[in-house]
T-cell receptor, first 110, second 113 residues
Framework: TQLLEQSPQFLSIQEGENLTVYCNSSSVFSSLQWYRQEPGEGPVLLVTVVTGGEVKKLKRLTFQFGDARKDSSLHITAAQPGDTGLYLC??????????FGAGTTVTVRA | NAGVTQTPKFQVLKTGQSMTLQCAQDMNHNSMYWYRQDPGMGLRLIYYSASEGTTDKGEVPNGYNVSRLNKREFSLRLESAAPSQTSVYFCATVRRISTDTQYFGPGTRLTVL
């Protein structure tokens, strides 16, 4: 059973459109991370959110951590083909461990 | 700096064969992890080493063993490979605590026939 549920599983949009990816759990996390993974490579960290209600912006990417620290969202404005990839959320468990969601595969068509 | 390196990049085994996946980091990080990634399952933790000299089981440790050889190296061994172990294996490191950035290696794609 996945501790973190990501939705949707797949997302295909046209360049210039907006998209939102969701990450939900029944557990409370002290922090939550978002990674992006390209084919044939390992995941790369995009952002870490720590405080409930926190909003972080990274250029066209906006990350939000829920007030109760159980959920998070990633919003991309005016998506570009370079945003194509697998987006993974990961929650901070105890004892140095992260629990990952199954991922959302995003395809941005030119 | 190479960051996190993994060898081999690809491997095909027959059922019952054994092999060791190697991971090395030059980032002077304390904690190291082994994950497997399967379609639709995300990354699942196999084993981790919070610091040199310690190892602990993760979510899916059955069929695997690990060795933290020194601060730089953390190996994953499959004693008797099974088709269910066909997966992509990633090694990751973090400086000290899990809220720090995890740095991943490029992965080892393993197929067990």
């Amino acid at each position: 059973t996945q501790l973190l549920e990501q939705s949707p599983q797949f997302l295909s949009i046209q360049e210039g459109e907006n998209l939102t990816v969701y990450c939900n759990s029944s557990s409370v996390f002290s922090s939550l991370q978002w990674y992006r993974q390209e084919p044939g490579e390992g995941p790369v960290l995009l952002v870490t959110v720590v405080t409930g209600g926190e909003v972080k912006k990274l250029k066209r990417l906006t990350f939000q951590f829920g007030d109760a620290r159980k959920d998070s969202s990633l919003h991309i404005t005016a998506a570009q083909p370079g945003d194509t990839g697998l987006y993974l959320c990961a929650g901070d468990e105890v004892d140095y461990k992260l629990s990952f969601g199954a991922g959302t595969t995003v395809t941005v068509r030119a | 700096n190479a960051g996190v390196t993994q060898t081999p990049k690809f491997q095909v085994l027959k059922t019952g064969q054994s092999m060791t996946l190697q991971c090395a980091q030059d980032m002077n990080h304390n904690s190291m992890y082994w994950y497997r990634q399967d379609p639709g399952m995300g990354l699942r933790l196999i084993y981790y080493s919070a610091s040199e000299g310690t190892t602990d089981k993760g979510e899916v440790p059955n069929g695997y063993n690990v060795s933290r050889l020194n601060k730089r190296e953390f190996s994953l061994r499959l004693e008797s490979a099974a088709p269910s172990q066909t997966s992509v294996y990633f090694c990751a490191t973090v400086r000290r605590i899990s809220t720090d950035t995890q740095y991943f290696g490029p992965g080892t794609r393993l197929t067990v026939l």
